[in-house]
């Protein structure tokens, strides 16, 4: 395979008719995907010729280039030489992507966004952790410049996530990274919320639930902000972002050229942060209003059944930053009565996530899971959840989905016994001393928030430790499986150190490789190895091993044995095209593998509606000329039954 990437991106782009012939372009795990405009200006047999290309295969409308390995690195060094429209974003509007669940789309968005920066939230939120335990001791800004150093060192990370957000969404919606930061910036500069401030000029919709004083208009258009205006928000940030990726395509494609690169950022930060603004932000405020007169209508009806609507939905209101429909009101009892049932029932929230981050770390030994795992845990005894939530409950999705469930009966719990806090002050453990009478009575009300945030994080955790998600059922051991014609067990693994064993990945039925409708894996230009027709939706590992690569849309996956084997799982054929759809990733590159671990879900039914076929090629892509492959005879397998040993030389 030739080193010089760049090199060999010309000569490819040279070779199939020149940029200008390429509609678009798309890779997969081991080929170039091109949409020609017109084929017959490509030159097949030229590059059929040249160093560093396997093959060229023209299939579903496509002109394949088969790199093998090394194709990432071909595809970036085409990108970096030429002007060819790349791989469409995920947020795509065509049909595969139209007909994914709302919920997924919108898991897989926050997840995206998230990830890059879920270690440092993780950070910061243990860092707001140690400043909640100072003030527990009475120390704050006001006495301490010690505290006031630390709270600014863990929070500032928090009040200036727009920012952070307008970042990673950028990149997840294809827009200018700078001008995505220039519309962020405007959220949070420091005097847009100083402007809730004086003797308003009138109120809008006075009398109703919806009531907000202006004290600004804009060309006469009031200007509304929500409490603390958008420090530590993430909706306004996401769809501001989202609308920013929008306008500025639009207006690349009216400006002229010689104007597009200062008036496109001109016009897309003047109208985004403008819209984000004066309408974003209300459209905010008043959810958040309704979401307020709801719970309270509801209270007035049954406290435990708002107390378990609180409790359970907590998280996800200031997800969406909805809870300051109920803050305000639980902040004005408390200067009214001197305390509030309301803002009790939510003290549950961070305990549901602690129970189940607890179960998580302890069950999965994933280092990735982990490292993301273990400091969100401490972080989430302090209250702050956003690190667990974002990082991997969300992402996991049924987690996340016992910890509101398990918050919902905290709240329930508080709610029925009437628990009320008496002032406002530390997150998690440390928001204990709040339930404390002001004349220092440890009554019923204490005990019974003490019970209830027991009571929360065992429920949550006993459910996470029994519950089997994919993400936590790594724990299956296929060396105790019975296989049908040879057991694997680590004697034999420790008899030849020359001999890699491989499990089948798959339930299903056994096929020859030549049998494939795939010229590349038929011809064994990928490697010697077998397919499977899977009869069950997921690809287990078949030893241990590291992930080498596992591709973005989730249709193949590499692994690299303890022996040096490689081994190239590649679900379906053409199934790139998907672009994810049906496809649910449990590993990531570089992570360590133990023989029968999930890796991939994917969805049978749904790539054959779509007309694909479901052949499973399963190669060995680093065999020698001198190793041997030692096929199984069997036609039906599970997984963990014996597939096929390499013998090295």
């Not at 200067?335 to 961070?350: C, V």
Request: net charge neutral.
């Amino acid at each position: 395979m030739a080193k010089d990437y760049k090199k060999l991106a010309k000569d490819i782009i040279e070779h199939i008719g020149g940029e200008n012939n390429v509609a678009q372009l798309q890779y997969c795990m081991t080929r170039l995907r091109f949409y020609l405009k017109d084929e017959s200006k490509a030159d097949t047999k030229y590059l059929k010729s040249l160093s560093g290309i396997v093959t060229v295969m023209k299939a579903s409308g496509q002109y394949q280039v088969v790199i093998g390995s090394d194709v990432g690195e071909v595809y970036e060094a085409i990108m970096s030489v030429s002007n060819i429209n790349g791989e469409p974003t995920l947020n795509t509007n065509n049909e595969q992507n139209g007909q994914k669940k709302l919920l997924d789309k919108f898991i897989d968005l926050i997840s995206s966004i998230f990830q890059p920066f879920i270690l440092v939230l993780s950070a910061t939120g243990m860092i707001k952790g140690l400043v909640a335990l100072l003030g527990v001791f009475g120390l704050d800004e006001a006495n301490s410049g010690f505290y006031a150093v630390l709270n600014a060192v863990g929070d500032g990370f928090f009040q200036f996530l727009p920012i952070i957000i307008a970042l990673t969404a950028a990149k997840k919606f294809r827009m200018n990274v700078y001008t995505a930061l220039a519309i962020a910036f405007a959220l949070v500069y420091p005097s847009l919320s100083d402007m809730a401030g004086g003797t308003p000029l009138y109120t809008l919709f006075e009398g109703t639930q919806f009531s907000a004083d202006v004290f600004t208009t804009f060309l006469g258009i009031p200007v509304l902000l929500p409490p603390g205006g958008y420090y530590a928000t993430v909706i306004p940030a996401i769809l501001a972002i989202w609308l920013g990726a929008k306008v500025e395509k639009g207006f690349k494609k009216i400006i002229p050229s010689v104007v597009n690169s200062f008036l496109t950022p001109f016009f897309t930060v003047l109208v985004t942060a403008t819209l984000a603004i004066l309408v974003i932000g209300p459209i905010a405020t008043w959810g958040s209003d309704l979401i307020g007169l709801i719970f309270m209508a509801i209270y007035k009806i049954s406290p435990t059944i708002f107390g378990a609507l609180i409790g359970g939905l907590w998280q996800l209101l200031v997800m969406f930053g909805l809870h300051w429909g109920l803050a305000p009101i639980g902040i004005l009892q408390l200067t009214e009565q001197g305390f509030t049932p309301i803002l009790s029932n939510s003290g549950s929230a961070s305990f549901g996530v602690l129970g189940v981050l607890l179960a998580i770390i302890i069950k999965n030994k994933d280092k990735n899971v982990r490292n993301i795992g273990i400091p969100a845990t401490i972080a989430s005894v302090f209250g702050v959840t956003e690190p667990g939530i974002y990082g991997l409950l969300l992402p996991m999705k049924k987690p996340f989905i016992i910890a509101l469930i398990s918050s919902a009966i905290g709240g329930a719990y508080t709610g029925f016994f009437d628990v009320v806090v008496y002032r406002i002050g530390g997150l998690g453990v440390f928001s204990i001393t709040n339930y404390i009478t002001d004349s220092g009575q440890l009554t019923m009300n204490f005990w019974h928030r003490v019970i209830s945030f027991i009571l929360v994080t065992v429920i949550a955790f006993a459910i996470q430790m029994f519950m089997k998600t994919p993400q936590l059922d790594s724990s299956v051991d296929s060396s105790k499986k019975k296989n049908k014609n040879q057991t694997l067990n680590n004697n034999e693994l420790e008899k030849s150190r020359k001999q890699d064993i491989i499990a089948s990945p798959l339930n299903g039925e056994v096929k020859n490789l030549s049998k494939v409708n795939d010229e590349v894996f038929s011809s064994g230009s990928m490697g010697k190895g077998i397919v499977i027709v899977p009869k069950k939706g997921i690809v287990y590992a078949p030893t241990n091993a590291t992930i080498s690569m596992v591709f973005k849309t989730g249709h193949a996956i590499g692994l690299t044995t303890e022996l040096g084997t490689e081994i190239l799982i590649h679900i379906g054929l053409d199934t790139v095209e998907l672009k994810g759809e049906g496809f649910e990733k449990l590993v990531q590159e570089g992570d360590e593998v133990l023989a029968g671990q999930p890796l991939i879900i994917f969805e049978i039914d749904k790539l054959q509606q779509k007309g694909y076929e479901i052949d499973i090629p399963i190669v060995i892509s680093n065999i020698s000329e001198n190793a041997d492959i030692f096929i199984t005879d069997e036609k039906q397998l599970e997984h963990g039954d014996y597939l096929f040993t390499v013998v090295n030389s």
